[in-house]
Nanobody, 122 residues
Framework: QVQLVESGGGSAQAGGSLRLSCGTAGYSHNDYCMGWFRQAPGTEREGVAFLTSDGSTRYADSVKGRFTVSRGNAKNTVNLQMNSLKPEDAGIYYC????????????????WGQGTQVTVSS
């Protein structure tokens, strides 16, 4: 069983930066595809950024050039550096993991973190 532990998030002003981190509790010898979804009130969960086990990245068009997803130093950890934040980036950010990912939809990921709140003030 993979448990995802998120840290970071919080509040920032528009144009500012925040950094999210996510790691796995417990040992796993597998390399997981990991990434982030976000959800604002009244909206569906949106895929934000993903990092596959072979190092490929995938970003939502809305965050390209502003957000960077990267591996952490420990195995199966992932970071999300969010720069030039906009009010529409606000929401709950969920870390996700799965052995393989192809469609990058919520249904594909079996492991979810508890979510961390990101607030962006204008």
């Amino acid at each position: 069983q993979v448990q995802l532990v998120e840290s970071g998030g919080g509040s920032a002003q528009a144009g500012g930066s925040l950094r999210l981190s996510c790691g796995t509790a417990g040992y796993s010898h597998n390399d997981y595809c990991m990434g982030w979804f976000r959800q604002a009130p009244g909206t569906e969960r949106e895929g934000v950024a993903f990092l596959t086990s072979d190092g490929s990245t995938r970003y939502a068009d809305s965050v390209k050039g502003r957000f960077t997803v990267s591996r952490g130093n420990a195995k199966n950890t992932v970071n999300l550096q969010m720069n030039s934040l906009k009010p529409e980036d606000a929401g709950i950010y969920y870390c996700v993991a799965e052995l393989n990912c192809y469609s990058f939809t919520p249904f594909e990921f079996g492991y979810w973190g508890q979510g961390t709140q990101v607030t962006v003030s204008s």
